[in-house]
């Protein structure tokens, strides 16, 4: 039986455990550089006691960010600044990786910070032109976004791995394509986005189209010993919409082309959708791609608890977990769930004290 605390390999880089931070958007770039906030924000998830943090969504275009905050990696002062934050929260993060997961936001983009609304940006805030598979609108008041022209998606491909060159030359150990949460590369597959007449939309075939040109161009990017992943919204939550057996045939797909694991997520192509929130509502939708797409799979959606987390582990249901809010709840997550499971995590030692078994057995008969 596997464990939470077991190791994994994926390609050729070693996970001390199963445990994931999953990428959080913090909407706190400059021009989609890096900042202070990025500095203390991964340094602390360096030493969580995950085994691999995943940085967040990070537009491979300018007009590919959601806000005005969004990280990106389009330009020399993207590069620079993330490697100065990746540099010093590796300083610290014992057997912790970091990987990245590289975006486009597409119809979703040029919107405000969530904290400020999460409307489109209006007139007076720099607003830019949206790009899409279709002329469609995310939902009511949103604005119309352009739709790609066919001579135009070279350039999207182009920009992928031209950021996944990147990535690979600041120190990022794994690549992680979007293409979920109705950002661009979901709006292709998604029939709900994707009314195109031409040989990227219609059939499946020709909806998966851009999406493995991309993970292609990626792949031959980067060397071989980069492990390469997607994140997948495996349902639309929506009739007629993007699938569970449409995920799995993307990813069948993406496996022979190089990609190692799928994280297996949900929802966002339209808004005002009802999803059937619950802990570990996702997970079967890892279990589920991983026995017919025979990848690794992430699963990911209120994993909250560590016997939780070990429970998915031990059924086969995914070969990792990844939390996101509970991360931001707890960042020395990964220290609580060894110790809740008997097993151990790293941490740094100027913090060993706290993580001695006098001090736990103190700390829990108080």
């Given amino acids: 039986m596997l464990n939470l605390f077991d190791p994994l390999r994926l390609g050729s880089l070693e996970l001390s455990n199963r445990i994931v931070v999953a990428p959080m958007c913090q ?3 400059s021009d989609g550089s890096a900042g202070d906030w990025h500095a203390q924000h991964l340094a602390q998830l360096g030493y969580s006691g995950a085994a691999l943090v995943v940085v967040e969504a990070t537009a ?6 959601i806000t005005h905050g969004c990280l990106g990696l389009y330009s020399d002062d993207n590069e620079n600044a993330l490697r100065t934050v990746l540099t010093a929260a590796r300083r610290y993060a ?3 990786r970091f990987g990245i997961q590289l975006a486009h936001a597409g119809r979703k983009g040029s919107a405000r910070r969530p904290w400020e609304g999460g409307a489109p940006l209006p007139a007076d805030e720099d607003p830019w032109q949206t790009v899409s598979s279709s002329a469609l609108r995310f939902a009511t008041g949103w604005p119309a976004p352009k739709a790609l022209l066919a001579a135009e998606l070279d350039g999207i491909v182009d920009a992928f791995a031209a950021a996944a060159r990147r990535a690979v030359h600041i120190g990022f150990e794994m690549i992680e394509l979007h293409c979920a949460h109705g950002y661009l590369l979901h709006e292709f597959l998604s029939p709900l986005a994707n009314q195109r007449t031409d040989d990227y939309g219609g059939s499946l075939d020709n909806r998966l189209r851009l ?5 292609e161009a990626v792949r031959a990017a980067v060397p071989a010993d980069i492990p390469l992943g997607m994140r997948v919204s495996a349902t639309d939550w929506v009739e007629g919409g993007w699938d569970l057996e449409q995920s799995i045939a993307l990813a069948r ?3 022979e082309r190089g990609v190692q694991f799928v994280c297996a997520s949900s929802g966002g192509i339209v808004a005002d959708v009802v999803v059937p929130v619950a802990p570990g509502f996702q997970v079967t939708f890892a279990q589920q791609i991983k026995q017919a797409a ?3 799979t992430r699963a990911v959606g209120l994993i909250t608890q560590p016997h939780q987390a070990q429970r998915i582990i031990a059924a086969g249901q995914a070969d990792m977990v990844a939390l996101a ?3 931001l709840d707890d960042p020395r997550w990964g220290w609580h769930a060894a110790d809740a499971l008997e ?3 790293g941490a740094p030692p100027q913090y060993r004290l706290a993580r001695s078994a006098g001090w736990r057995q103190m700390r829990d008969s108080a």
Avoid: K
């Fill in 343 to 345: 097993a151990s995590a």
């Fill in 60 to 65: 491979v275009e300018r007009r590919g960010r």
């Fill in 27 to 29: 909407y706190s770039a």
């Fill in 294 to 296: 025979g990848l690794a």
């Fill in 94 to 96: 014992g057997p912790t």
């Fill in 253 to 255: 797909a993406a496996a």
């Fill in 211 to 215: 999406p493995l040109a991309v993970i």
């Fill in 325 to 327: 809010r509970a991360f």
